[in-house]
């Protein structure tokens, strides 16, 4: 019933995913959306075990709680507990020992979310102090589907105010604690390479985000280049900026007829996938490309246009050591996720779009 912390040179920290994914499987037909779980990757657990707090019971493991820490609070996610290991008080003891870790760190309170359907789970925190604060609702849906609880470990008082404390000299103290564990764990990252990045998720920002990378390949002086697999032949202001100013630096090759519901052709979109694609893997094998952004691939692979068995493979095989691939788009194959260095899912929270406003210049192109 002992937590024990994994750190991330830790032989157990394996097993973290497998008993997250075991323990949210019976959920797969209570919740709705499905759990973000899904996209979890091994390489995500490690970052966690670096960046914040991985808790366990049990050996092998049981229950597991990641803790984060955040502005004005520590995260709790990721409660797990194996089903065969249920009812023995490993929720609660993971619970209590996020609120020591909390007061350890100076943090004044314990924020957790959880779905809406998993009534017993709010019960479960109420009964230990947790309060509601808000919901929360998933793009698509017209109803919340998360909650969110939080408890406080340190009391409001006069000298826990909620706004930022203005003791100068315990600010500094804090912020060069920070600073030095930030500087221990920098030094430890000694290794370059060339990323695979995976950009997805259904929030705006995919795109923005790699042509902000291309950007800076550019301002380096480093050769990259750009193959957009579904867009057409609209104008967009990032094309038109690099073939007016750095075509010397960055290719750029729009090889879509636009989205396949403008097409309604299935051979054409294949047919125009796979050039993009071959062009992809030409400018890929050559060492002079820093980096290569195949804008709106993962919609290609998502409706077979082009095979995932052939991108991985070529990923894995034929990328140079120092060549960065980036690949964006909605509904990255899991397989991808889990072969890439680094993931960043978009989660949309608001969008114009479903108040009547269309896309415009400067924001969507």
């Known amino acids: 019933m002992t937590p024990r912390r994994l750190l991330p040179t830790d032989p157990a920290l394996p097993q973290v995913l497998s008993l997250i994914r075991t323990a949210f499987a019976e959920l797969e037909s209570v919740i709705d959306p499905p759990s973000s779980m899904h996209l979890m990757t091994e390489t995500d657990v490690l970052r966690l075990a670096t960046d914040g ?42 619970l209590r020992l996020a609120e020591a870790r909390a007061k350890a760190l100076d943090k004044p309170r314990v924020t957790l979310g959880c779905r809406v ?22 793009e698509g849906y017209d109803r919340p589907t998360s909650v969110w609880f939080e408890k ?34 920098m030094s430890t990252k000694t290794e370059e390479k060339g990323l695979v990045i995976v950009h997805t998720g259904k929030g705006k920002g995919k795109s923005s ?61 294949v047919a125009a996938a796979t050039r993009a694609w071959d062009k992809a893997k030409e400018l890929i094998r050559d060492p002079a490309n820093r980096m290569v952004l195949l804008d709106e691939i993962n919609i290609a692979l998502r409706y ?6 052939d991108v991985l493979a070529f990923l894995a095989a034929e990328k ?31 969008h114009p779009f479903r108040s009547g406003v269309k896309a415009q210049a400067g924001v969507e192109f």
Not at 127 to 138: A, D, I, K, L, P
Not at 214 to 230: E, N, T, W
Not at 304 to 309: E, F, H
Not at 333 to 339: D, S, V
Request: aromatic share 6%; proline share 5%; charged share 25%.
């Open 117 to 138: 359907e998993l009534t017993q789970n709010h019960a479960l925190f109420r009964s230990e102090g947790y309060v509601e604060t808000h919901t929360r609702t998933h």
């Open 304 to 309: 077979d246009y082009i095979p995932l068995d």
């Open 152 to 185: 406080r470990v340190t009391p409001m008082t006069d000298a826990t105010p909620e706004a930022p404390e203005h003791d100068d000299a315990r600010h500094a103290a804090k912020m060069a604690k920070k600073k030095a564990a930030r500087d221990k764990i």
């Open 53 to 94: 707090e991985v808790w366990t019971i049990g050996d092998p493991l049981a229950a597991v709680i990641i803790l984060t820490p955040e502005e004005g609070g520590l995260y709790a996610g990721r409660l797990s507990v194996h089903p065969d290991h249920r009812r023995r008080g490993h929720a609660r003891a993971l």
């Open 320 to 350: 140079p050591p120092t060549t960065h691939v980036v690949l964006t788009g909605r509904n990255a194959a899991e397989r991808l996720i889990e072969q890439a260095d680094l993931v960043t899912e978009m989660e949309l929270v608001k």
């Open 209 to 269: 985000a790699a042509f902000g990378m291309i950007f800076r390949c550019i301002a380096h002086d480093m050769h990259c280049a750009v193959v957009q697999f579904i867009k057409g032949a609209m104008s967009t202001g990032e094309r038109d900026l690099i073939q007016a100013h750095f075509a010397d630096l960055c290719e750029f090759h729009t090889m879509g007829e636009g989205f396949t519901w403008e097409t309604q052709d299935r051979a054409r979109d």
